[in-house]
């Protein structure tokens, strides 16, 4: 079957930086993406990884490790608007996006 | 600006009442796709359009019904809402026309069914 792991909760303090990791398993593979949701909202776009390697975009880096199935969401100089789930999804063979569950991200002063 | 449109934000039915939400989208993006999303878990596809082909899930309850009348528009009717059906309904698009095709959401929908 097709899965996706990422952690349910990470609590992180302002000001610093977090890796929100996240592996899968699916049946092919066009690309990860990282979408933000913030309670009772939609989720936005952050960042897509097709190969391996780092993207970085501003605060935000995303990383991919296709042999290893392995992602993470790389968050610095964290703000307490950065609290909100954070989703890992894979686009299948199909063109689907396989969703994780989402990693809420708590962000202390 | 180019969006996703979702109406109304916030939908309150009974028992068993038919309900229907609606998305519109200006993007011309040619899919369109409805899922649910129950709080803290990973949002599931119900259907999606590939422009005018249908596409259902295999696990998509036959109480939940989808019309695409054109590009623009698109429609989730729940025929005999139950409590489990109470969740966010959100509408994507995307287009697959090449890069990284990410789906642009709406708002959402919050359906309670009392």
């Known amino acids: 079957g097709q899965n996706i792991d990422q952690p349910t909760e990470m609590t992180a303090t302002e000001g610093a930086i977090v890796q929100i990791n996240c592996t899968y398993q699916?049946?092919?593979?066009?690309?990860l993406f990282w979408y933000q949701q913030h309670a009772g909202e939609a989720p936005t776009f952050l960042s897509y990884n097709v190969l391996d390697g780092l993207e970085e975009k501003g605060r935000f880096s995303s990383f991919l490790s296709r042999s290893k199935g392995y992602s993470y969401l790389l968050l610095k100089e964290l703000q307490m608007k950065d609290s909100a789930s954070y989703l890992c999804?894979?686009?299948?063979?199909?063109?689907?996006?396989?969703w994780g569950a989402g990693t809420k991200l708590i962000i202390k002063p | 600006d180019a969006m996703v449109i979702q109406n109304p934000r916030y939908q309150v039915t009974q028992f068993g009442k038919p309900v229907t939400l609606s998305c519109s989208q200006t993007?011309?993006?040619?899919?369109m796709y409805w899922y649910q999303q129950k709080s803290s878990q990973a949002p599931k596809l119900l259907f999606h359009?590939?422009?005018?082909?249908?596409?259902n899930e295999a696990d998509t309850p036959d109480n939940f019904q989808s019309r695409r009348p054109n590009t623009s528009f698109c429609f989730l009717d729940i025929r005999s809402p139950g409590l489990g059906d109470a969740a966010m309904y959100l509408c994507?698009?995307?287009?697959?026309?090449?890069?990284?095709?990410?789906?642009?959401f709406g708002p959402g929908t919050r359906l309670t069914v009392l």
């Open positions: 359009y590939y422009d005018k082909d249908f596409n």
């Open positions: 994507a698009t995307s287009t697959l026309a090449g890069g990284p095709n990410e789906q642009f």
């Open positions: 999804a894979v686009m299948d063979s199909n063109y689907q996006l396989i």
């Open positions: 699916t049946s092919g593979f066009n690309g």
């Open positions: 993007l011309n993006h040619n899919v």
